[in-house]
């Protein structure tokens, strides 16, 4: 149980949102930390500290002084400052990253564009994808299934054909969904909490579907119980030995990943769900409590 003394410290350790966003709210900050950045990975891994002096040239104010005021602002939280210069701290890092990927300052928009691809629905070439919200979407035009919908940053556009954006696309969610089954936040790191849930949109066709929420940030990922077997070995193996590589396919071409055709739900107090996938004189069973994958076998 945390004492008093864990709660100071916690709260000494702890720099309140709205001092952070304060100490970011003006330009010259924002462009001392993206020099910083800059100056630092051009140097490479393991780098010496940036100078003061080099660091000034990367900003646009002549006045020394009022560049070391807003330099000195950021020191603790964002920047690490020692007799030789200055590094950037892991927040400085993040600020930045997200400011290149367009996260807070890009839009982008796609509407029913055609793409490459056969619905694992219904059988048809006439996939389409759109982009609104920040969230990518995959849709079926002859069924009008919708196969998948998840954030992507509007950076991910960027000097990119739309064959190499869906190809980050599912790359993207299939990382989300291995780290949060593995109980790791994509997001922040923290842990994911998993269980399954029945709160689910009525057009997505689902009774249940695992859910992993962040203890922290409250990030979640919504994947189907098939999408959890993607990078299970025997699961891999099975089809590899049917000379099928589940990598190769974006995975809203998978049925395994897009419905619940190969899922039984064998109890709900517990949860309890079977996976059955067949291939050829075979059949993969795979049995899923709560959110866990259990058990893999071949029949």
């Not at 992993?212 to 990078?231: A, E």
Request: charged share 25%.
């Amino acid at each position: 149980m945390p004492t008093e003394e864990d709660d100071t410290n916690a709260d000494e350790n702890t720099l309140p949102p709205t001092e952070a966003f304060r100490l970011l709210s003006d330009g010259t900050r924002l462009q001392t930390l993206q020099g910083l950045v800059e100056l630092t990975d051009a140097k490479g891994y393991g780098s010496e500290p940036v100078s003061f002096s080099a660091l000034h040239e990367q900003v646009d104010t002549r006045d020394s002084a009022h560049f070391n005021y807003h330099l000195q602002e950021l020191r603790d939280q964002f920047v690490e400052g020692t007799e030789d210069g200055y590094r950037p701290r892991y927040p400085a890092r993040k600020v930045v990253r997200a400011i290149r990927a367009g996260t807070f300052t890009e839009r982008a928009a796609l509407t029913d564009e055609p793409i490459d691809g056969t619905c694992p629905q219904c059988g048809d070439a006439d996939l389409r994808a759109s982009y609104a919200d920040e969230r990518l979407a995959i849709s079926c035009a002859a069924c009008e299934t919708a196969l998948t919908a998840n954030d992507f940053p509007p950076g991910g556009f960027e000097e990119r054909s739309l064959a190499d954006v869906l190809h980050a696309f599912d790359r993207l969610v299939r990382h989300r969904v291995s780290f949060a089954a593995d109980g790791v936040c994509p997001e922040c790191t923290a842990t994911m909490d998993g269980h399954v849930t029945t709160d689910i949109p009525p057009e997505w066709g689902y009774e249940a579907l695992p859910a992993f929420d962040c203890t922290r940030c409250d990030f979640s990922v919504l994947p189907s119980f098939g999408m959890l077997l993607l990078d299970h070995p025997d699961v891999v193996s099975f089809h590899r030995n049917r000379g099928e590589d589940l990598r190769k396919p974006p995975f809203w071409e998978l049925s395994l990943c897009v419905s619940d055709r190969y899922t039984t739900i064998e109890s709900r107090e517990p949860w309890r769900v079977t996976v059955r996938v067949p291939g050829g004189n075979e059949e993969l069973v795979a049995t899923i409590e709560g959110a866990d994958v259990v058990a893999v076998r071949t029949e």
